[in-house]
């Protein structure tokens, strides 16, 4: 009896660790190549083994973005490999569009200010929340070349005078 209770409560501990919340992928290329205005969540439609797939940690964003096409939001270039054990009718397209779930007025504001203020859809990360696949979008505009390099100078100086004020307090708490 108490084997059968240790058991369900190693289950039940594994079924939650499963459902927690849980970073899958981030496109980490995509705040240096972009400037990130406005962030926003948005659920996944996916197909079973590509859930599956999502669980074991496996997707690319390297060249994701989104689109609005017809009143509808939809993400492009996000590649989930097929779930090794799926095979034939169970497996899926690794590069196939997938469509996006927003409420309709998100959409029209993203339609509208990607359509006038030529601003991007770009995914930032790929995650699970409450056992649902969610992706982060981000409104943004693309970087030039010296702003690139703008933001590489801010960041050197800023983790330099972060080093130099740990040296600081280094040294004066030996002395």
Known sequence: MARAKKVAAKRAAKHEARRGDRTVATNRRARHDY???ETIEAGIVL???????????KAQLADAYAR??????????V??????????????DPDRKRKLLAHRDQIDELMGRTQQ?????????????????????ALARGRRLYDKRQAILTRDAERETARALRNAQRWSVRS
């Open 47 to 57: 197909s079973g083994s590509e859930v599956k797939s999502l669980r074991d940690g």
């Open 68 to 77: 609005v096409d017809d009143g509808e939001l939809w993400l492009y270039g």
């Open 117 to 137: 203020q030529s601003l991007t859809l770009v995914p930032l990360s790929l995650y699970f929340k409450d056992g649902r696949a969610k992706v982060q979008l």
């Open 79 to 92: 590649h989930i490999p097929p779930w090794q054990f799926a095979a034939g009718f169970g497996s899926h």
């Open 35 to 37: 400037e990130v205005l």
